[in-house]
């Protein structure tokens, strides 16, 4: 039976900063790093503010010795059908990042395994139960031996299904029902006109009646312009649709201006699928001695681009807060947990404002269900 400080449950950006953050604080961590084998990591967009926690944690020339793609900029076509440019160089930080997600996630992994924390890597369940003496005991099976690891402390970093936090009575609530119909294809564009070059090497989103349209390239493919593309809709939308994965998003690509324009001819490489972007909020994201970090307490619409810069930034927070408890014995957890759950709760309705403003610019379609719920919200 090995003993830690923490024990951190998720290896993705959130599970890895809340890692390294802690152990440059002093404290042994274990980190249970839960392979889902069948899952695809799509490509993401990383803005250029990511410097700032990236140099935190110590790993920005790792970052940039693993060439992700430069992203200059946004286009998007919402609120009207002209297409406009948010260009990076304007920004105090420079330019941010299309990524190699599976490459970006994996360095952050070696990266809190090279300053010292304990990585475990498994595809088993595992069991959490707290002992008499305030503290937890962690059954894994490796190896199809298994294994106990008692810790002071649990981080839930399990993502949108916040596994650790729901066995604790926690649940989320959900404000809205985004899905992403997903898929990386070979593109293709129908011209060499400048509209044409300039799509093809910027992030764009482009709204429609029931949705609106994600592509990025992915880096790394200079010769083969592989592009991840995802339409967002409501799952109400979609699971009404009679149309299988494929002719759903064939048709909303149809449909479309800038994203049609920018893939042309497409060859798949993954098969459109639906995956999950519901914005929510984790209710009592936090207890004795354990917080919830990254989506497992909040998760954003990707309209934000925030997502990943959340979750490095929410792991370097929650390492102070845990810090602050471990750290003072005196301190109430549950009084501790509250604050937690209170300062999520007051970030989570910043965001919630700023998501219906950018929502309401889009006027076209009034009475379309999709865009009346996210102005009213």
């Given amino acids: 039976m090995k003993k830690f400080d923490i024990i951190i449950l998720g290896g993705g950006p959130a599970g890895t900063s809340t890692a390294i953050s802690l152990f440059k604080k002093g404290f042994s961590v274990l980190l249970i790093d839960k392979k889902l084998s069948t899952s695809i990591k799509y490509g993401e967009s990383l803005i250029p503010k990511a410097r700032e926690p990236l140099l935190e944690l110590g790993v920005w020339e790792l970052f940039l010795n693993d060439q992700h793609s430069p992203s200059h900029g946004i286009l998007s076509a919402w609120g009207n059908d002209k297409l406009a440019e948010n260009n990076f160089i304007y920004n105090p930080y420079g330019n941010g990042w299309n990524l190699n997600r599976p490459l970006f996630d994996s360095r952050l992994l070696e990266a809190a395994k090279a300053r010292g924390a304990q990585v475990v890597e498994t595809s088993s369940h595992y069991e959490s139960l707290a002992d008499n003496q305030d503290q937890w005991e962690v059954t894994l099976k490796i190896n199809e031996v298994s294994e106990k690891f008692i810790s002071r402390f649990i981080v839930d970093a399990t993502g949108r299904a916040s596994l650790f936090a729901?066995?604790?009575?926690?649940?989320?609530?959900?404000?809205?029902?985004?899905?992403?119909?997903?898929?990386?294809?070979?593109?293709?564009?129908?011209?060499?006109?400048?509209?044409?070059?300039?799509?093809?090497?910027?992030?764009?989103?482009?709204?429609?009646?029931?949705?609106?349209?994600?592509?990025?390239?992915?880096?790394?493919?200079?010769?083969?312009?592989?592009?991840?593309?995802?339409?967002?809709?409501?799952?109400?939308?979609?699971?009404?649709?009679?149309?299988?994965?494929?002719?759903?998003?064939?048709?909303?690509?149809?449909?479309?201006?800038?994203?049609?324009?920018?893939?042309?001819?497409?060859?798949?490489?993954?098969?459109?699928?639906?995956?999950?972007?519901?914005?929510?909020?984790?209710?009592?994201?936090?207890?004795?001695?354990?917080?919830?970090?990254?989506?497992?307490?909040?998760?954003l619409d990707p309209l934000s681009s925030q997502g990943i810069y959340k979750a490095l930034i929410s792991g370097i927070e929650v390492s102070q807060w845990i810090a602050n408890q471990l750290e003072h014995p005196s301190s109430n957890p549950n009084e501790v947990a509250q604050n937690y759950s209170q300062s999520l709760d007051e970030a989570y309705q910043k965001y919630l404002t700023a998501r219906k403003n950018y929502h309401s610019k889009e006027q076209r379609w009034a009475q379309s269900p999709f865009w009346k719920r996210r102005q009213s919200v």
């Avoid at 029931?210 to 390239?217: E, H, R, T």
Wanted: proline letters at 4%; hydrophobic letters at 40%; zero cysteines.
């Fill in 166 to 299: 729901k066995k604790r009575g926690a649940h989320r609530i959900l404000t809205d029902h985004l899905v992403g119909i997903a898929a990386i294809v070979e593109s293709s564009p129908h011209s060499n006109e400048s509209s044409s070059q300039l799509l093809l090497n910027s992030t764009l989103i482009e709204s429609q009646e029931n949705g609106w349209w994600y592509s990025a390239p992915l880096p790394g493919n200079k010769t083969n312009n592989k592009t991840v593309a995802i339409f967002m809709t409501d799952a109400e939308l979609y699971s009404k649709s009679k149309k299988q994965e494929i002719a759903f998003w064939e048709m909303h690509l149809a449909l479309s201006t800038y994203a049609r324009e920018r893939l042309g001819k497409i060859k798949f490489h993954s098969m459109p699928k639906p995956v999950a972007a519901f914005s929510s909020s984790l209710y009592h994201a936090a207890g004795k001695n354990w917080m919830a970090v990254g989506d497992a307490a909040l998760s």
